[in-house]
């Protein structure tokens, strides 16, 4: 079985190099700019979106007959309840 010998004078390679950040110190305005956005942000909203729907409103199968005679018909379809709803 015939091995190959990798060379140890080889360089590694990164795929990514160290970054640093430093235009909140080279633009002051820059960092106005974040600070008030960031504020503003920070905020919580008073209403909702106008495009949200209002929320449901929950109901009782008692308040509605039809309901109530479908409900008390699928359960003595299925054998759950004998009695109406």
């Known amino acids: 079985m015939a091995t190959e010998t990798v060379s140890s004078s080889h ?12 235009d909140l110190q080279k633009f ?6 974040v600070d008030r956005e960031m504020a503003r942000e920070l905020v919580q909203p008073t209403s ?7 929320p449901i409103q ?4 008692r308040e509605h ?17 004998t009695t109406p709803c």
Do not use: A, M
């Open 11 to 22: 360089t590694e390679i990164y795929d990514s190099l160290p970054y640093y950040d430093d």
């Open 28 to 33: 002051p305005e820059l960092k106005e700019k």
């Open 48 to 54: 909702l979106h106008p495009n949200v729907p209002p």
């Open 58 to 61: 929950p109901f009782s199968v």
């Open 65 to 81: 007959i039809f309901l109530r005679v479908c409900v008390s018909n699928i359960l003595t379809f299925f054998g759950f309840r």
